[in-house]
């Protein structure tokens, strides 16, 4: 079922300043910065290790009443979650069902393809994200 870690995500309060280190010290390139209406955030995605390599994605919110907002009230930057890659989210679903993990949510289109959440009370504290990297079949988001 799992694939690879996709990504490590890091909340921020500004991805502008977050660049700074990211890419004007660490010397990672970054992707576009993309708006993610649904989630209310922006990300951008920092590569590394060639075309299959693992991502940093920086998250920062848009809304001032999100939860992600209060997470970086209470916790402040850093570590947000870890993205799994998965190639097929329904089956991963189907699977963390059967096994009476506990979601966060259903699959949503997030901003580089379906994902869905696993709750921090079944993974050891630590929040993950399962992603296929294709649209979702029933979702329209848009990402700008």
Do not use: W
């Not at 209060?70 to 799994?84: A, D, M, P, T």
Request: with cysteine; aromatic share 4%; proline share 5%.
């Amino acid at each position: 079922m799992l694939k690879r870690i996709d990504h490590v995500a890091i909340i921020v309060r500004s991805i502008e300043q977050a660049l700074i280190f990211y890419r004007d010290i660490l010397g990672l390139v970054p992707g576009k910065i993309k708006y993610v209406p649904t989630e209310h955030v922006r990300v951008v995605f920092l590569h590394m290790g060639g075309p299959d390599g693992s991502e940093i994605e920086l998250i920062e919110p848009t809304t001032p009443n999100s939860s992600l907002v209060r997470f970086l009230e209470k916790r402040g930057e850093g570590l947000h979650h870890i993205c799994l890659e998965v190639d097929d989210i329904d089956a991963a679903l189907h699977e963390m069902q059967e096994k009476d993990v506990l979601l966060v949510d259903q699959p949503h289109q997030a901003a580089e393809g379906c994902a869905i959440f696993l709750h921090p009370k079944g993974t050891n504290g630590v929040l993950l994200e399962l992603i296929e990297k294709k649209a979702c079949k029933s979702t329209n988001t848009l990402l700008v």
